[in-house]
């Protein structure tokens, strides 16, 4: 095979695919294959009916014009995706046009008898691409298909268009055909039976036979032997199309440099990275006071790698990120990921953690050798993301900046309960059978390997599951032996697309010039149709900017401090032995990360006195290394003996008692045993934590080599690497590490000195948290804060502070009022407050805040100061009604202007 071709109605695969391709010509340089990237377009009629055509890249030129005819298509049309003729004449270099299949409108105006339409139609196209239109004939078993192709047959030969044979293909063998119409079936939330009589009456769903999947030149020759000019014609393709391959560019956008610094340096190049350094001298004179050798040596160093990967606009495009969100009155969080590591971050305050102070490395984050762009990742105030968001797209342009999509695959539980669906197996089966799959192996592993290569591997609750699953897979009657069937071979194909919660594109030029993109409905931006991993081997910056409730908690408390001004005000310092005493008694109930009734019964046993005490159970604690806290407290305590399997790496591993915790760790020891490069020993440590065999034995080797000619012994050099093997993949970044213990810390610093601020505001940022709503009033009561109950004249939507000393509860904590109920109130109230129950009912609406509303607000003590006993609300007046019930009766008769009494109901209870 000499080529293979995609042609979607989308670009979604077209860059992994053309990638595997040129991958898979690397290793096979004698027979290379042409990868041919095409993509279907539909072209609207008057009359609103579409047309499918396919338009083919021949090289570079043509792939990037396919991108933007595609992007086009989905912005123009709000993701409907059609386009209009212009746009395919202002695209089409390097590209060739297909008629199409017997949905184009060449097709359609053949089985309408149009001959005319469909000629004009066909000359169109070849007076816009000349020599690069071909005729596409198929064989596919379609109605009216033998009429479409005598008369494209014809038209080729009069008009001197060169004719294709075609195989339209939807799945890879012929007994796929099954699964194909499963997939349709769920695509359209159909039962497979109506599938099929929907099918046997028209073709509108489904296809007409079996025959659509990639069949070899042999199969492809009989089905055509009496077109081989067709086969001829392909080759005349196949030589127009190039080999071209996709190189990564960087594409970060320039940093608008401010005016006053530019004209200082209007003759020199490099001014980007020249504002860079004039900015992290500038900031570490604030930070440090007196920069000593030390901080001079650091602070060049990393300029230096940051000028040769040219990296310095995307450090400034941060930092003026930061810097608009500090504008607009935005928290942000002190760092987060391993771009702690770096002091021109810190410096330039894209972090607020010192890596000196903290023995944080750069190497992590960024090195001379790394290829992949490295992440610098923004936690912003939960409630003002959007705000940033608008900040970029008016900096650099609507068309530079994107939301990026995400590809969700099938799980093995949902293919079970969708096939189930499609099958027609009730619910409550589909149920039985998903709960039976774990999630520690694939269906297909499950279903191949034998029952005792599980044995060992599985608890006695999860191997049952596994038997219970095999028997049903192996019993061939059961429709749910068919259906695991099935399951297990649509298990990780791709069920939908998502949108990236937090990454956003930032590009030099107009996204569309490389990356296909479409439309965020949501948010109405731009949206890329290649995922994370192919945008970032583009070359295109990605940054994540992720919400944290506990920043907004954190923001809602210093505001309330603030506004106090009776208060004290205490300086903030990861020293403060108050702080310190709350995680030794463990009292940590709403600190961040900190907060479950586990990790704070090892804190009150590990007792913890400094903030790498914090940081290290905060990187213990998480499945996998979690069985070395015990020994990690006994250590701290001196009831275990400290020991390092070679004294060189107590330099390493003396804060944290001898225990490997961080990957910082395993790259400082692995570089000192070895003399290996930095960004080696980050290599080793990436390729132990996930397992990468290839990359692994080739670092492996080296690493040993080295360390025993430098004198260490093989046997201790053993038992480091299997150490590391059993422990890296759970290796914490510690500098990821040290920014959250800082978050937290603060957190902890606001409950110890301002209890009544942080507690309302962690009360109130939990509004919607029944759960946590119970347990921090509780809390709350522990540290002596007495919680009002709620008032309709006094309560806000979320929890306030009255009188210095209590909290009121928040109408928005009552389940059930609404907040257009609230917000009623809270308006109706402004102007005067609610004197007596039929005062309230008569100023609201009661469209809005119903008779429920009334009875929840009665029984949640909101209308408890009217004095009137809650009770007393559901006596009965008369036969027919309690007295709120025949209240509401005659204030809506009141408000009808029906009757004019209402007021002698004002002694009612």
Same mark, same amino acid.
């Given at each position: ?151 494209? /047959? ?36 159909? $039962? ?67 005016? $006053? ?104 984050? /960024? ?79 499950? /279903? ?147 907060? @479950? ?128 093997? @059993? ?33 309302? @505001? ?94 929840? /607000? ?52």
């Amino acid at each position: 095979m000499k080529a293979v071709g995609i042609t979607d109605n989308n670009m979604m695969g077209s860059f992994i695919f053309l990638n595997k391709i040129n991958n898979f010509n690397k290793k096979n340089k004698k027979k290379k294959i042409k990868a041919i990237i095409g993509c279907e377009f539909f072209i609207k009629d008057k009359k609103n009916n579409l047309f499918s055509y396919i338009l083919i890249a021949k090289n570079k030129k043509g792939y990037y014009n396919l991108i933007k005819i595609s992007s086009y298509s989905f912005i123009k049309t709000n993701n409907l995706n059609y386009i209009n003729k212009k746009i395919i004449k202002k695209y089409k270099k390097g590209l060739i046009f297909l008629t199409g299949s017997i949905k184009s409108k060449i097709s359609y105006n053949i089985i309408n008898n149009n001959f005319k339409k469909a000629v004009k139609f066909l000359l169109y196209w070849k007076k816009i691409f000349k020599d690069d239109i071909y005729i596409e004939i198929f064989k596919n078993g379609f109605k009216h298909e033998e009429k479409v192709n005598k008369y494209l /047959l014809k038209f080729s030969k009069k008009y001197k268009i060169y004719f294709i044979n075609q195989n339209n293909t939807f799945y890879i063998k012929k007994k796929d055909y099954k699964l194909y119409n499963i997939l349709l079936c769920i695509k359209n939330k159909i $039962k497979i039976k109506e599938f099929i009589k929907i099918n046997k009456k028209e073709n509108i769903l489904g296809l007409p036979n079996k025959s659509f999947y990639f069949k070899n030149y042999l199969k492809i020759k009989k089905k055509f032997k009496n077109l081989k000019q067709g086969f001829i014609n392909l080759k005349k393709i196949y030589k127009k199309i190039e080999f071209y391959n996709i190189k990564k560019k960087k594409l970060l956008p320039n940093f608008k440099i401010p005016k $006053k610094f530019n004209k200082k340096i209007k003759y020199k190049k490099n001014k980007s990275y020249l504002y860079l350094k004039y900015i992290t001298y500038k900031g570490a004179k604030k930070k440090y006071l007196i920069i000593n050798k030390k901080i001079k040596k650091r602070i060049n160093k990393e300029l230096k790698i940051i000028r040769k990967k040219k990296f310095e606009d995307y450090f400034l495009i941060v930092n003026s990120i930061i810097i608009q969100a500090k504008k607009n009155n935005i928290y942000v969080g002190p760092g987060r990921g391993s771009v702690a590591g770096s002091i021109v971050a810190y410096c330039i305050n894209i972090t607020d953690v010192d890596p000196i102070k903290h023995n944080l490395i750069f190497e992590r984050f /960024l090195n001379i050798e790394r290829v992949k762009m490295p992440d610098i990742d923004i936690d912003l105030d939960d409630k003002y993301k959007k705000k940033i968001i608008f900040f970029l797209i008016k900096k650099y342009n609507y068309y530079k900046i994107s939301n990026i999509i995400t590809y969700n695959k099938m799980g093995a539980k949902l293919a079970i309960k969708d096939i189930s669906r499609v099958l027609d197996l009730s619910l409550k089966k589909a149920n039985i059978l998903s709960n039976n799959i774990i999630n520690k192996f694939t269906l297909k592993e499950i /279903l191949d390997n034998n029952i005792s290569f599980f044995y060992k591997k599985l608890s006695n609750i999860n191997y049952n599951k596994v038997l219970k699953l095999k028997l049903i897979y192996n019993n061939k009657n059961l429709l749910e032996s068919k259906i695991l069937k099935k399951a297990k071979l649509l298990e990780g194909i791709l069920r939908n697309t998502g949108i990236h919660a937090c990454g956003i594109i930032i590009s030099n030029k107009n996204i569309i010039n490389n990356v296909p993109v479409m439309l965020n409905k949501k948010n109405n931006m731009l949206l890329t149709q290649y995922d994370t991993l192919a945008i970032e081997k583009i070359g295109l910056l990605k940054i994540d900017l992720l919400s944290l409730k506990t920043l907004t908690i954190i923001k809602d408390t210093l505001k309330k401090i603030k506004n106090n001004k009776k208060k004290k005000k205490k300086k903030f310092s990861i020293y403060d032995k108050k702080t310190f005493k709350l995680f030794k008694q463990g009292h940590t109930i709403g600190i961040f990360q900190y907060d @479950s009734l586990n990790i704070s019964k090892y804190l009150k046993e590990l007792k913890p006195n400094n903030f790498n005490d914090l940081i290290s159970i905060n990187a213990l604690y998480r499945p996998g290394p979690i069985k070395y806290l015990p020994s990690f407290i006994l250590r701290k305590k001196k009831k275990q003996k400290i020991l390092y399997d070679l004294p060189v790496m107590k330099k390493f591993l003396k804060e944290t008692y001898g225990i490997t915790i961080f990957q910082e760790q395993v790259i400082l020891i692995a570089r000192k045993l070895s003399g290996i490069s930095k960004f080696e020993a980050d290599s080793l440590r990436e390729a132990i934590g996930k397992k990468n065999i290839f990359k692994l034995n080739k670092l492996k080797k080296k690493f040993f080599k080295n360390s025993i000619k430098n004198g260490y012994s093989k046997k201790i050099l053993k038992k480091i690497w299997k150490d590391w093997e @059993s422990f890296v993949s759970y290796a914490f970044n510690k500098s990821h590490a040290t920014c959250y213990t800082y978050i937290s810390f603060k957190t902890a610093f606001l409950k110890t000195h301002y209890k009544l601020e942080y507690m309302s @505001s962690l009360l109130s940022n939990n509004i919607n948290n029944y759960k946590n709503i119970k347990i921090f009033i509780k809390e709350s009561k522990r540290l002596g804060i007495k919680i009002l109950k709620p008032d309709i004249n006094k309560s806000e939507k979320t929890f306030i502070i009255e009188k210095n000393k209590y909290i009121r509860f928040g109408l928005g904590a009552i389940k059930g009022i609404g907040n257009a109920s609230i917000n009623l109130i809270i308006k109706s109230r402004k102007k005067k407050k609610f004197l007596s129950i039929l005062d309230f009912i008569t100023r609201i609406d009661l469209s809005i805040i119903n008779k429920k509303h009334i009875e929840i /607000l009665i029984l949640s003590g909101s209308l408890d100061t009217f004095k009137i006993k809650r009770y007393k609300y559901f006596l009965k007046e008369n036969y027919k009604y309690n007295k709120i019930n025949f209240l509401l009766k005659k204030v809506s008769e009141y408000k009808k202007k029906k009757k004019k009494t209402i007021y002698r109901y004002k002694k009612f209870f």
